[in-house]
């Protein structure tokens, strides 16, 4: 039996424009609002970079097919192993669980710029809006350029935000297979909340009522957890991860 929608009204459509257009000014990412059962854009904004030199109201007439006619090649297969992953995993989550908890998905690919210029961007995808059946509505889609090291992760990857789990899509299984997540302690959270906000070893000391030592062993620890090699590395995992 088909589900009945019903429509958004303009009130909501343009709280959901205010939202996504604060979102993307603080965030510099370029947002999506996208109507679930249509694959619609019912809101897009962001940075003409990201929407490889087209307007917002050029990108929202185009849909899908703006992933379709920009997205590198060797990477369409990528998108749409997405699409139907999060599907599929959406569908095996109770209905119950799906208003309860959040899902963030994430994956990597490359945008075609200008015909010539591979941008390398983190697509993440939040299914959203809940009807009376449980089923998601719309989908917020933030594309963000890829931190450095992204391209080093492997396949696709969901976090349940309530239960901080994570599970990587395995493309040669064709399932999602659950991660060990990454514990961070309250120290290893304040040194990198202090580092992104630009803090010294030494003032992070001082606002940690740490010695020097500790925090320079602790940092370290920090750096062997997340296999990275210095603190602007390990801020973008813990981003891109939603650890902090």
Same mark, same amino acid.
């Given at each position: 039996?088909?589900?009945?929608?019903?429509?958004?009204?303009?009130?909501?459509?343009?709280?959901?424009?205010?939202?996504?257009?604060?979102?993307?000014? +603080?965030?510099?990412?370029?947002?999506?609002?996208?109507?679930?059962?249509?694959?619609?854009?019912?809101?897009?904004?962001?940075?003409?970079?990201?929407?490889?030199?087209?307007?917002? @109201?050029?990108?929202?007439? !185009? $849909?899908?097919?703006?992933?379709?006619?920009?997205?590198?090649? @060797?990477?369409?297969?990528?998108? @749409?192993?997405?699409?139907?992953?999060?599907?599929?995993? !959406?569908?095996?989550?109770?209905?119950?669980?799906?208003?309860?908890?959040?899902?963030?998905?994430?994956?990597?690919?490359?945008?075609?710029?200008?015909?010539?210029?591979?941008?390398?961007?983190? *697509? /993440? !995808? %939040?299914?959203?809006?809940?009807?009376?059946?449980?089923?998601?509505?719309?989908?917020? *889609?933030?594309?963000? #350029?890829?931190?450095?090291?992204?391209?080093?992760?492997?396949?696709?990857?969901?976090?349940?935000?309530?239960?901080?789990?994570?599970?990587?899509?395995? !493309?040669?299984?064709?399932?999602?297979? @659950?991660?060990?997540?990454?514990?961070?302690?309250?120290? /290893?959270?304040?040194?990198?909340?202090?580092?992104?906000? $630009?803090? +010294?070893?030494?003032? %992070?000391?001082?606002?940690?009522?740490?010695?020097?030592?500790?925090?320079?062993?602790?940092?370290?620890?920090?750096?062997?957890?997340?296999?990275?090699?210095?603190?602007?590395?390990?801020?973008?995992?813990? #981003?891109?991860?939603?650890?902090?």
């Amino acid at each position: 039996m088909e589900t009945s929608y019903q429509a958004f009204s303009n009130i909501e459509l343009d709280l959901l424009e205010q939202l996504s257009q604060a979102v993307s000014h +603080t965030t510099y990412a370029t947002l999506f609002i996208i109507e679930h059962r249509t694959h619609s854009f019912y809101v897009v904004k962001g940075h003409p970079l990201l929407l490889c030199g087209h307007t917002e @109201e050029e990108v929202r007439e !185009m $849909g899908l097919s703006f992933f379709v006619e920009h997205i590198m090649p @060797e990477d369409r297969q990528i998108l @749409e192993t997405f699409k139907q992953a999060m599907h599929n995993y !959406m569908c095996a989550v109770s209905k119950e669980e799906r208003r309860k908890g959040c899902y963030i998905f994430s994956c990597f690919f490359h945008l075609l710029v200008g015909g010539k210029a591979k941008l390398p961007v983190q *697509c /993440e !995808m %939040i299914p959203m809006a809940f009807d009376d059946n449980g089923d998601y509505r719309l989908v917020y *889609c933030k594309l963000s #350029l890829a931190p450095k090291n992204a391209q080093k992760e492997d396949g696709l990857s969901v976090k349940n935000t309530m239960s901080n789990k994570v599970w990587t899509y395995s !493309m040669v299984r064709q399932r999602w297979e @659950e991660q060990a997540s990454v514990q961070l302690s309250k120290l /290893e959270h304040s040194i990198l909340m202090l580092a992104s906000l $630009g803090h +010294t070893v030494e003032e %992070i000391a001082d606002a940690t009522h740490k010695s020097l030592s500790v925090i320079k062993h602790s940092k370290q620890r920090l750096f062997d957890k997340l296999c990275v090699k210095n603190i602007t590395e390990a801020i973008c995992i813990v #981003l891109t991860h939603h650890l902090l």
